[in-house]
T-cell receptor
C-alpha cells in the first residue's frame, strides 16, 4: 500500500504559488521524500527530493515538517505547463539504493489561465 | 545526454500472444525498474534489476518476467496476454545510489485485443 496520502485534485491560478500537501505519518528515519509529476502522455518526471531539511531547486521547493510526518511541494509561480499529476513517494535509503517506488493516486493539479 | 529509451512506443497484440518490451537506460545507470500504469490501478511496481540481477519484484503473476543485460539494457516479457494487461509500461533508470532520483522513459502503450 502507498505510504503517502495526497488530495485527489487541486486548482491554481496561473502565476500564483501552489502548495501541494502530502501526509506520510508512517515515515521512517531513513526514508527520503521524493516528488515526481506526470504530464499527459508522458512518463513521471523527477521534481525534487529531501530527507529532513527544506530543499530548493529550479523547479520547486520542498518544505518538510519538523516531525517529517508531512511535506509540501511548492511551485512558486504556476504555469499552464505545470498542470500534471503530482506524486509524493517515500524511498527507503537503506535498501542498497533500490528503486521500488510505491505510487499513490497523486494530486491532479489544474492550472487556470 | 540521452534519456531513457523505450521501444516500441505502441503495440497491439491479441489475447494469448506474448510480448517483449525494451528499455535502454541512461548511460552509466545500472538500475532499471519497470512499472505498469492503468486507469484503474494507477502506477504499480513490476520489478527492478541491478547488475543483471532482479532485486525486487512486485505483486504480478509469473507471466510477467524480465531480464537485464551486461550493458544495463533491460527487457520485460509478458506471456499469454490477457485483456487486462493493456496498459502503459514504464521503465525507469538510476545510478542506484540512495540520495539520487530515477529517470523515466515515455513508456510503451500495450493494447491487447
Amino acid at each position: 500500500d502507498a505510504k503517502t496520502t495526497q488530495p485527489n485534485s487541486m486548482e491554481s491560478n496561473e502565476e500564483e504559488p501552489v502548495h501541494l500537501p502530502c501526509n506520510h505519518s508512517t515515515i521512517s528515519g531513513t526514508d527520503y521524500i521524493h516528488w515526481y509529476r506526470q504530464l499527459p502522455s508522458q512518463g513521471p518526471e523527477y521534481v525534487i527530493h529531501g530527507l529532513t531539511s527544506n530543499v530548493n531547486n529550479r523547479m520547486a521547493s520542498l518544505a518538510i515538517a519538523e516531525d517529517r510526518k508531512s511535506s509540501t511541494l511548492i511551485l512558486h509561480r504556476a504555469t499552464l505547463r505545470d498542470a500534471a499529476v503530482y506524486y509524493c513517494i517515500l524511498r527507503d535509503s537503506t535498501t542498497s539504493g533500490t528503486y521500488k517506488y510505491i505510487f499513490g493516486t497523486g494530486t491532479r493539479l489544474k492550472v487556470l489561465a | 545526454k540521452a534519456g531513457v529509451t523505450q521501444t516500441p512506443r505502441y503495440l497491439i497484440k491479441t489475447r494469448g500472444q506474448q510480448v517483449t518490451l525494451s528499455c535502454s537506460p541512461i548511460s552509466g545507470h545500472r538500475s532499471v525498474s519497470w512499472y505498469q500504469q492503468t486507469p484503474g490501478q494507477g502506477l504499480q511496481f513490476l520489478f527492478e534489476y541491478f547488475s543483471e540481477t532482479q532485486r525486487n519484484k512486485g505483486n504480478f503473476p509469473g507471466r510477467f518476467s524480465g531480464r537485464q543485460f551486461s550493458n544495463s539494457r533491460s527487457e520485460m516479457n509478458v506471456s499469454t496476454l490477457e485483456l487486462g494487461d493493456s496498459a502503459l509500461y514504464l521503465c525507469a533508470s538510476s545510478f542506484s545510489v540512495a540520495n539520487t532520483e530515477a529517470f523515466f522513459g515515455q513508456g510503451t502503450r500495450l493494447t491487447v485485443v
